[in-house]
């Protein structure tokens, strides 16, 4: 079992910023695509952005230029920094991580609790 654990999330006025953040802890030996999806009120869970282990990303249209998937290995985190941020951007952010553990042959995927972030004037 992987335990994810967000942080990071609040409010914030139109034009602001935020950084999330989504630590993995528990019983792996590789952690592979690490990601954020968001939630908003009535609507379905989309993608926010992916990284691979080598560092590749990748961005919903929506966010491009605006935000930053980035990863640290060494800590198992995932990390999502949020500029210029918009009324359309308020969701509750959950984390994805792919992992491989060992007794699967297939990778397993976790997510995190979800953290609310609230962008309005």
Not at 48 to 70: C, M
Not at 106 to 115: E, M
């Amino acid at each position: 079992q992987v335990q994810l654990v967000e942080s990071g999330g609040g409010s914030v006025q139109p034009g602001g910023s935020l950084r999330l953040s989504c630590a993995a802890s528990g019983s792996f030996y590789r952690i592979n695509d690490m990601g954020w999806y968001r939630q908003a009120p009535g609507k379905q869970r989309e993608l926010v952005a992916t990284i691979t282990s080598s560092g590749s990303t990748n961005y919903a249209d929506s966010v491009k230029g605006r935000f930053t998937i980035s990863r640290d290995n060494a800590k198992n985190t995932v990390y999502l920094q949020m500029n210029s941020l918009k009324p359309e951007d308020t969701a509750v952010y959950y984390c994805n991580v792919e992992f491989n553990r060992y007794g699967y042959a297939a990778p397993l995927s976790s997510w995190g609790q979800g953290t609310q972030v609230t962008v309005s004037s």
